[in-house]
Structure formats: structure tokens, C-alpha cells
């Protein structure tokens, strides 16, 4: 899985709207849009607020992006 696809899902599981994920993340909603679409990437402290935001590590990020990859 892909990072935009991880963030949609980790969102979408929470029952966060984008609107409210951007705010606790300090971005905006059309920047999370970009970012959830692929059509963006986010630099490494975006991934972190955004990780923050979700209440996950970096380190799972990472290692589900990373396992995907294999």
C-alpha cells in the first residue's frame, strides 16, 4: 500500500472527514486531498503531524508502505 492510500484508510477507519484531518494536521483540506489522491507527496513533517493527527507511529507508517513495496 502506498502512503496516500495508508492515510486515506487509516482516515476513513477513524471516521475523520478530510476537513477535520487537515486541521489537526496544520494543512489544508485541498492539500490532504492532493496528498490522498497521489498527486502530491508530503514532505517527512507532514507525514508526522499527519501521522500524529491519525494517532499512529511513523514507524507504522513506514513499515506499511515499506511491506507493500516487497
Known amino acids: ?13 477513524r471516521g475523520i472527514t478530510q ?3 487537515a486541521f489537526d494536521a496544520g494543512i489544508t483540506a485541498s492539500a490532504l486531498s492532493r496528498i490522498e ?3 502530491n ?3 517527512w513533517m507532514t507525514v508526522k503531524r499527519l501521522a500524529q493527527a491519525l494517532d499512529v507511529t511513523l514507524v507504522r507508517l513506514a513499515g506499511e508502505v515499506e511491506d507493500a513495496a516487497s
Do not use: F, T, W
Not at 500500500?1 to 477507519?13: F, G, T
Open 19 to 21: 476537513e477535520q484531518l
Open 1 to 13: 500500500m502506498v502512503l496516500a492510500e495508508l492515510l486515506k484508510q487509516l482516515r476513513e477507519d
Open 41 to 43: 507527496s508530503p514532505g
Open 37 to 39: 489522491r497521489g498527486l
